[in-house]
């Protein structure tokens, strides 16, 4: 093995690590919570990432917000988020989804 093929594979685990940190809810509402998760949409058709699907923001530290790009698959985004089953409730407000997160808990912490 070179330099850089050991390089390129330690970038690859770095990647890796990063997104798997960023993904773990530490009380504060990140996109990485998100960004992942995959939704069934168009009719069974197409199995896209939200992050394909829609912007997502974080208005405050305990409050995500999905706005779909097509408006009319927000029910399908919404029934993405719950059929992964990673506790997050998401209602939708109009055209938009939003995920409110409560304050962490001891037992949350633990986790």
């Known amino acids: 093995m070179d330099e850089a093929s050991i390089r390129s594979k330690m970038n690859q685990v770095i990647s890796m ?3 798997d ?4 809810r530490t009380g504060r509402a990140t996109p990485a919570l998100v960004d992942d998760l995959s939704v069934v949409v168009y009719g069974g058709q197409q199995k896209l990432k939200i992050k394909e699907l829609a912007s997502i923001s974080t208005p405050d530290h305990q409050t995500l917000v999905i706005d779909p790009w097509d408006k009319s698959i927000i029910g399908e985004i919404r029934q993405g988020i719950l059929a ?3 506790g997050m409730n998401p209602s939708v407000d109009g055209q938009i989804i939003r995920i409110s997160f409560p304050p ?3 037992e949350d912490r633990e986790k």
């Open 84 to 86: 992964a089953n990673v």
């Open 21 to 24: 940190l960023g993904s773990l």
């Open 17 to 19: 690590m990063t997104s």
């Open 104 to 106: 962490m808990t001891t």
